[in-house]
């Protein structure tokens, strides 16, 4: 077992080996960052765990003949499944958070692994896997733990997945040397199936509305507020605390009123907490079922740009003052019986108020007032769109509220945006423009019905004309 310690702006990596006498000694591997520190330390675990409590070779000291010949099989003697084994507990335990683990793994386990894990690394050519990925849409769906089948079979979104995982497993094989350094992934050229897209459906800004005046259940309110002000994801608004939320009447009154999303509520199984050691957990909440193999908990946002802060309205800051006047309320009236672990969303008893609960009071707010059904996370991409709107494009701002990692994610919601003046410019053009053209253009004059019939008379011979006026005589008579 290995211990980081942060000495003087520096991260040491500790561990104990045995020397070549048998004596037990300590060794202390020094790096500028924490996360080349965490790196070391999976290594280091995995390393002695197959070859004993010995030194442990760094990155230059793997890269000689003695110890390759030792740790590395080569590509034609080790199958995908093993090798996968060894990726996830070098690469998987050191790059991927909670969450991504606990995905990952179970892809492996239940579409990799029984399918072509017994292929030999050097079975795995481009035509093999491209003939796997397509295969793989007439394999049913792994249904998720405590839900029913779905029916359906893979998805192109799935295949996509599970192609990035045998990618990324293929390179560190490569970089590894279990195959031959010089060649290339045999898994960049492959053909994906084509991934359709499912545009989401959203509601427009006078539906938010009218939605948020007939909701008449509070906590789901405040997290529709929070998702529609602040581009806050449903795990952000569910792990936000009091704490991280400023708006102290100065702070309203100056429009420095502001939330700090710096952690996101999600439930992970027990067995990735154990393997990833704990890794960017903030706090575990108490298990409410005995033998559960989830946990509730609190754990930092997986990239960097998630870690924001986000100003707020002041009639949302308002309304946050409000919630915690009740919140306090419900407090002082249940004592001991209310579980206080100072979250903003919480449901009535303190406890944490999982995301699948605010999905499903959405659903039911949607049912009872014919709303269009659209998923809680909808409401972010709303916000997205209405501030895009807002700012005329200022893309780079918008991003700071939603935390994208990339600008593209919002410039995905930007060109529909565009999309929707381009169709207003056709209506302005016609106003504008043609209206005014035909208006202006030169007018034939319309002909009256008297002046039509003198100019018949006149045409007339003068036989018809006295034909026409003995008829006159006649009927007048």
């Not at 202390?28 to 002695?48: G, H, L, M, N, V």
């Not at 410039?411 to 209206?435: G, H, P, W």
């Amino acid at each position: 077992m290995a211990t980081i310690k942060l000495r003087r702006n520096k991260f040491s990596v500790i561990y104990w080996y045995n020397d070549e006498f048998g004596q037990r000694r300590q060794k202390w591997d020094t790096f500028e960052t924490k996360k080349e520190a965490k790196s070391r330390k999976a290594f280091i675990e995995y390393y002695q765990k197959e070859n004993g409590m010995i030194i442990v070779p760094n990155a230059l000291e793997l890269n000689k003949e003695d110890v390759k010949a030792k740790q590395v099989v080569p590509g034609d003697q080790i199958k995908l499944k093993d090798f996968l084994e060894i990726y996830v507990n070098l690469y998987g335990v050191s790059k991927w958070s909670i969450s991504t683990f606990s995905s990952k793994t179970a892809t492996i386990a239940n579409y990799i692994n029984p399918l072509i894990g017994d292929l030999l690394l050097t079975d795995l050519t481009t035509k093999r896997l491209t003939q796997f990925y397509n295969d793989l849409l007439n394999v049913p769906e792994v249904p998720k733990a405590h839900r029913k089948p779905t029916g359906r079979c893979v998805q192109p979104s799935n295949v996509k997945k599970i192609h990035d995982i045998i990618r990324s497993a293929l390179n560190c094989a490569i970089k590894w040397e279990y195959l031959d350094p010089v060649m290339r992934n045999p898994a960049t050229l492959v053909t994906l199936p084509k991934i359709p897209k499912n545009k989401r459906k959203v509601w427009s800004v006078e539906t938010f509305k009218q939605a948020v005046e007939a909701c008449d259940d509070d906590l789901l309110k405040m997290c529709m507020h929070l998702a529609f002000s602040c581009s806050m994801r449903i795990g952000e608004i569910t792990g936000l605390t009091w704490d991280d939320v400023i708006i102290d009447e100065a702070s309203i009154e100056s429009g420095n009123a502001r939330v700090i999303i710096n952690k996101e509520l999600t439930r992970e199984s027990f067995e990735s907490m154990q393997r990833l050691k704990d890794k960017d957990i903030v706090k575990v909440f108490p298990t409410l079922i005995p033998n559960c193999t989830t946990r509730l908990l609190l754990k930092s946002p997986k990239t960097e740009t998630s870690n924001r802060t986000v100003w707020l309205p002041k009639t949302v800051a308002y309304l946050l003052l409000e919630h915690k006047r009740r919140q306090d309320e419900m407090k002082e009236f249940l004592a001991d019986g209310y579980n206080d672990y100072n979250l903003v969303i919480a449901l009535d008893n303190g406890n944490p108020c999982e995301s699948r609960i605010v999905r499903k009071r959405m659903d039911q707010l949607c049912i009872e007032n014919g709303f269009e059904k659209v998923v809680f996370h909808s409401l972010r991409h709303l916000s997205t769109k209405y501030k895009l709107k807002m700012t005329g494009g200022d893309i780079k701002s918008v991003q700071g509220d939603t935390g994208h990692a990339e600008a593209e994610m919002v410039t995905d919601v930007y060109s529909e945006i565009v999309d929707e003046d381009r169709r207003l410019n056709a209506q302005k053009m016609d106003d504008d423009f043609y209206q005014k053209l035909v208006d202006e253009s030169p007018k034939v004059e319309a002909i009256s019905e008297e002046e039509k019939l003198l100019e018949l008379l006149k045409n007339m011979s003068a036989e018809d004309k006295q034909r026409l006026l003995r008829t006159l005589d006649r009927t007048s008579a």
